[in-house]
């Protein structure tokens, strides 16, 4: 195993130096506990964005604070859930009186985490409201989960209703369109490779050369099954097999405004990236959908692993002026 860290123990301490020194302009850097907070937190008036996740999705959650997206996120250990009270604290940090929105993606230890720290916020008079995202279309009540797993959707989410908490909407307000976002938009990925988390050093799961696993969640759990990929064909192959069950279980119809992610899950190549998106648009197109706003790139990985999720998001004229919003974060930015 090759990584450029210093100590396994220290991954992440040593990460949030780094983005400390890369973006200490604009966001400010706890480490007891760990979290990182929009340099301006809390902004008056505004309801706070909040949400963590164990690290090595970046840029989920942390490069995605900033104007326009979240107050705060919490970042746990690789895999990892953060605390309670991580959570506790940022959510002190980023009230403005307005309330404060958790955004939990569907893993155990991060939904029990978020509701200890939710009722102690309460206990000091702070309104907090959850959103909580469940888009995974491949499996329930995996080793993470009870119920399906909040995966890509959650960039969308803390986009959309990070948008409305700018523009000056209510607490309850922001989480319902948050809540809309998760309800309209299915994701499902896919694994080239299993990845190595920096304390094991050994591959997450194991496939052969010609394998590749369909279904995967982002902590390199295993997925619906393992499939023999076909030569000369293989993005074509991946974007049918992913894209069939999640157009079919919202059900997508013909004539749907669509959004549409093609994320990389840390390993795979931009280039890589796009010719599946091709693909994604000519069978978005033979099933009647209108791809309006897209998204391709890395947005929430696995450390170093190969492949790629989509998701797809039902959109209407809010979700999509949300969308087009202004966002300045260090991992997604335009309009400001």
Known sequence: M????NDPEQVVADALRGIESAHGDRLRVSYEPMMIVRADAPVAGKVGLVSGGGSGHEPLHGGFVGPGMLDAACPGEIFTSPTPDQMYEATKAVDG????VHIVKNYTGDVLNFEMAADLARADGIEVETILTNDDVAVEDSLYTAGRRGVGVTVLVEKIAGA?????????????????????GRSMGMALTPCITPASGQPSFELEDDEVEIGIGIHGEPGRFKEKITPGRVASQIAE?????????????????????????????????YIVY???????????????????GNYITSLEMQG?????????DELSHYWDAPVNTPGLRWGA
Not at 2 to 5: G, N, S, Y
Not at 308 to 316: G, P, Q, R, V, Y
């Open 2 to 5: 090759k990584k450029l860290i």
């Open 97 to 100: 009186g307005a309330g404060v």
């Open 164 to 184: 409305a908490a700018a523009a000056g909407k209510s607490l309850h307000d922001v989480a319902e369109i948050g809540r809309q976002v998760n309800a309209h």
């Open 241 to 273: 097999r992913l894209l069939q069950p999640i157009i079919e279980d919202l059900p997508f119809n013909s004539g749907d405004r669509v959004l549409a992610l093609v994320n990389g899950m840390g390993g795979t190549p931009l280039i890589e990236l």
């Open 278 to 296: 091709a693909e994604v648009a000519r069978i978005a197109a033979e099933h009647g959908l209108t791809i309006e706003r897209n998204l391709v």
């Open 308 to 316: 790629c999720s989509i998701t797809l998001l039902k959109l209407d």
